[in-house]
Structures are given as structure tokens and as C-alpha cells.
């Protein structure tokens, strides 16, 4: 009797570290599929941008406005999925030549965690 209870107690000690590693992947699984997702975005968006003349980016009341969520990429594909712009190197006045551009995801994951993820270019004229 008492060598049954051990084997009982051996394979549920097997069963729990089965189940913590199944929960761990599914977790790890989880964030690399938002991390996939929300980087395929932020290339998605930076095609765009790039597609645009460098004057018509930072300024105000344009669909890329520096530090305004870009309509087109809220919500997409993650939870409260959001992307800004943010031209370092610009003021207000001439736009520079090479202008610099930094797009900025931000989400919730799956845990109810916040991301942020950032994607970085130029554009010259």
C-alpha cells in the first residue's frame, strides 16, 4: 500500500511539472505571436509613412502627425493597439533632410500587460 501511495505521489509531482510547462509555452507562444503581429504593423505603418513627401509627415493636421495615433493602425490586430509618430530632429518650421522617424506601438497583452515596441527610419527628398 505504501508503494502505491509513493508511485501516486511521484507521478502527480510528473503531472504538475507537465502542466507548469504547458502553461509556461502557451504564455511564451502568446507574446511571440503579439510580438509578430504588432511588429508586422509597425512595418505595414513605416511603408506608408515612407510612401509620403518628407514635407507633408510631421506637420499639423496631417493623417501623420507627430505624437497623434495614426487612425488607420488603432486597434488593428492587438488590444488597444496604437501607433504614433515622432520626428526627433523636427521643430516646427523646414523639415530636415534626412528627416528621422520613429514609430511607436503600444498594447496590451495578453496578461493585461502594456508593450511598447518602436521602429525607426529616414526619409530624404
Known amino acids: 500500500m505504501?508503494?502505491?501511495?509513493?508511485a501516486i505521489a511521484i507521478l502527480m509531482i510528473a503531472v504538475a511539472?507537465?502542466?507548469?510547462?504547458?502553461?509556461?509555452?502557451?504564455?511564451?507562444?502568446?507574446?511571440?505571436a503579439e510580438t509578430?503581429?504588432?511588429?508586422?504593423?509597425?512595418?505595414?505603418?513605416?511603408?506608408?509613412?515612407?510612401?509620403?513627401?518628407?514635407?507633408?509627415?510631421?506637420?499639423?493636421?496631417?493623417?501623420?502627425?507627430?505624437?497623434?495615433?495614426?487612425?488607420?493602425?488603432?486597434?488593428?490586430?492587438l488590444n488597444g493597439e496604437r501607433i504614433r509618430a515622432t520626428y526627433p530632429d523636427y521643430a516646427g518650421g523646414t523639415v530636415p533632410d534626412p528627416l528621422e522617424i520613429i514609430l511607436t506601438l503600444s498594447f496590451q497583452d495578453?496578461?493585461?500587460?502594456?508593450?511598447?515596441m518602436r521602429l525607426a527610419s529616414m526619409k530624404t527628398r
Do not use: K, W
Open 17 to 32: 511539472g507537465a502542466t507548469a510547462s504547458q502553461v509556461s509555452f502557451n504564455r511564451l507562444a502568446a507574446t511571440s
Open 36 to 77: 509578430s503581429s504588432g511588429m508586422a504593423d509597425l512595418q505595414a505603418c513605416m511603408e506608408r509613412v515612407l510612401l509620403e513627401a518628407p514635407d507633408d509627415l510631421p506637420i499639423a493636421g496631417s493623417l501623420y502627425e507627430a505624437g497623434i495615433s495614426i487612425v488607420a493602425f488603432e486597434g488593428l490586430h
Open 2 to 6: 505504501v508503494e502505491v501511495m509513493i
Open 110 to 116: 495578453h496578461q493585461g500587460r502594456q508593450r511598447i
